[in-house]
């Protein structure tokens, strides 16, 4: 969440500012929605794939990825700036998120490597089941580090009492 300055600077957002950066209660859910929807836009391309449908795919491809960027910039806007201000005296813990963040990204990047074209027009037909296999693997690691390591930082964010899930 960023301000606007009370400057007056014409709609300029300031810096992100701590006292802005709040624990949600509904942002792991909401991202672990979006996780599941980006696991069914994959299994959706590769239906689509099977049947022949290759423009199906492509668009459903596509789609997968559009949601990958769109989970990413929520983590990056939400969810690191406060595991961020949480862990601000915790050197440690604070290194442990940097390097969960850099491999959650890594293995984005390499799924998003694997299936760009994978369903291209230029290549007809279903692509090797040795990619399309790694790219199910890589995605569904990518979830799941999210879902059992960095989720988790999240929820030490969460004001004391609260329940947290």
């Not at 769109?70 to 201000?85: F, G, K, M, S």
């Not at 790219?135 to 004391?160: I, N, S």
Request: charged content about 25%.
């Amino acid at each position: 969440m960023i301000r606007a300055d009370a400057g007056g600077t014409g709609g300029v957002h300031s810096p992100l500012e701590w006292s802005t950066l709040r624990h949600d209660p509904a942002l792991v859910d909401e991202l672990r929605r979006s996780n599941r929807e980006l696991l069914m836009s994959y299994a959706v391309a590769l239906h689509a794939g099977r049947r022949g449908s290759l423009g199906a795919a492509a668009l459903a491809n596509a789609r997968c990825a559009r949601q990958l960027h769109d989970v990413q910039r929520t983590e990056a806007l939400r969810l690191y700036p406060t595991i961020a201000r949480r862990m601000a005296d915790d050197p440690e813990g604070a290194a442990t998120v940097t390097s969960l963040r850099r491999e959650a990204n890594a293995l984005a990047r390499h799924f998003l490597r694997l299936t760009e074209g994978l369903f291209s027009r230029a290549r007809p037909g279903m692509p090797p089941d040795s990619i399309v296999d790694e790219a199910r693997a890589v995605l569904q690691r990518y979830l799941d580090e999210k879902e059992t390591r960095l989720y988790r930082f999240y929820a030490l964010t969460a004001p004391a009492g609260s329940e947290v899930t």
